[in-house]
């Protein structure tokens, strides 16, 4: 079965720094783009950032500069590496995978609080 399980989400200062992380199994994790979505309340998910596996990323504009994006495929994780936090970077941070028949698949999700 393919599971995605985010972590690493936590309340944070604004200016700090938090890094998520997206452990996945069940599909060839080499082989897949793996992506990072937010949902903050009463807003709709959005796609900030994601690694494909020729190593290109995908950054939202307006998190260039302050995200950052990896992956370690020997331990089959995608890294979010979050720098100078505001409060509107307060959500819900997803991690996804899209397989080869185009299901979507979704981590459970981590909360990312920034206090002002």
């Known amino acids: 079965d393919v599971q995605l399980q985010a972590s690493g989400g936590g309340l944070v200062q604004a200016g700090g720094s938090l890094r998520l992380s997206c452990a996945a199994s069940?599909?060839?994790?080499?082989?897949?783009?793996i992506g990072w979505f937010r949902q903050a309340p009463g807003m709709e998910r959005e796609g900030i950032s994601c690694?494909?596996?020729?190593?290109?990323?995908y950054y939202a504009d307006s998190l260039k500069g302050r995200f950052t994006i990896s992956r370690d495929n020997a331990k089959n994780t995608v890294y979010l590496q979050m720098n100078s936090l505001k409060p509107e970077d307060t959500a819900v941070y997803y991690c996804?995978?899209?397989?080869?028949?185009?299901?979507?698949?979704w981590g459970q999700g981590t909360l990312v609080t920034v206090s002002s």
């Open positions: 996804n995978y899209r397989s080869w028949d185009t299901t979507n698949y």
């Open positions: 069940g599909f060839t994790f080499d082989d897949y783009s």
């Open positions: 690694s494909s596996p020729d190593g290109s990323t």
